[in-house]
């Protein structure tokens, strides 16, 4: 998150990608260092060894949408 934080800072529009068990972190450490609204985009998690390889692909699409779209955002 502090890589987020920093890049954002730079000025360049940035995300932070973030599992769903690690969010409560994630925003405890965008706070910490001073950037509380720091865009996440908090998704879950992957399930390697019960999701078909389908299933992983569509959640990864979805994914890349969702970041696209806040990026898009972020930037203006």
């Known amino acids: 998150m502090r890589d987020t934080v920093n890049v ?3 000025g360049v529009p940035a995300i932070g ?3 769903d068990p690690f969010a409560a972190l994630a925003r405890m450490a965008v706070k910490q260092v001073g950037m509380p609204d720091a865009p ?3 998704y879950p998690r992957d399930l390697v060894s019960e999701e078909s390889p389908e299933e992983l ?3 990864a699409c979805e994914v ?11 930037g203006k």
């Open 64 to 74: 890349a949408e969702r970041a696209a779209v806040m990026l898009l955002r972020v």
């Open 40 to 42: 996440l985009l908090i």
């Open 8 to 10: 954002i800072r730079e």
């Open 17 to 19: 990608l973030v599992h």
């Open 57 to 59: 692909e569509a959640k």
